[in-house]
Nanobody
Framework: VQLQASGGGLVQAGDSLRLSCVVSGRTFRDFHMGWFRQAPGKEREFVAQIARGGGGAIYADSVKGRFTISRDNAKNTLYLQMNSLKPEDTAVYYC????????????WGQGTLVTVSS
């Protein structure tokens, strides 16, 4: 299974950005999907996740109301719409996948860097 994240970049505080993650090598619909991030000098943290069918979205408190996770199963693609970005959102963002029987995310993308300037 391969996960390819893209869409990161340098933006200003208050701007929006949309990340994408294309999954290949296995049926996308088999997986629950998630976004994580790792800021410089910090541990990786959970951002959001979404169930196989597109429902059941869960968000970290720090992004609730600003970020929206979604997926297009026909395009094998996961999205993260990020609005009202803050400097503290600066991090490498990773997409991840897990099967319905797994308690942990098993597959990870390479990450895409989001930098938010103040």
């Amino acid at each position: 299974v391969q996960l390819q994240a893209s869409g990161g970049g340098l933006v200003q505080a208050g701007d929006s950005l949309r990340l994408s993650c294309v999954v290949s090598g296995r049926t996308f619909r088999d997986f629950h999907m998630g976004w994580f991030r790792q800021a410089p000098g910090k541990e990786r943290e959970f951002v959001a996740q979404i169930a196989r069918g597109g429902g059941g979205a869960i968000y970290a408190d720090s992004v609730k109301g600003r970020f929206t996770i979604s997926r297009d199963n026909a395009k094998n693609t996961l999205y993260l719409q990020m609005n009202s970005l803050k400097p503290e959102d600066t991090a490498v963002y990773y997409c991840a996948a897990k099967t319905i029987l797994s308690g942990v995310f098993q597959y990870w993308g390479q990450g895409t860097l989001v930098t938010v300037s103040s």
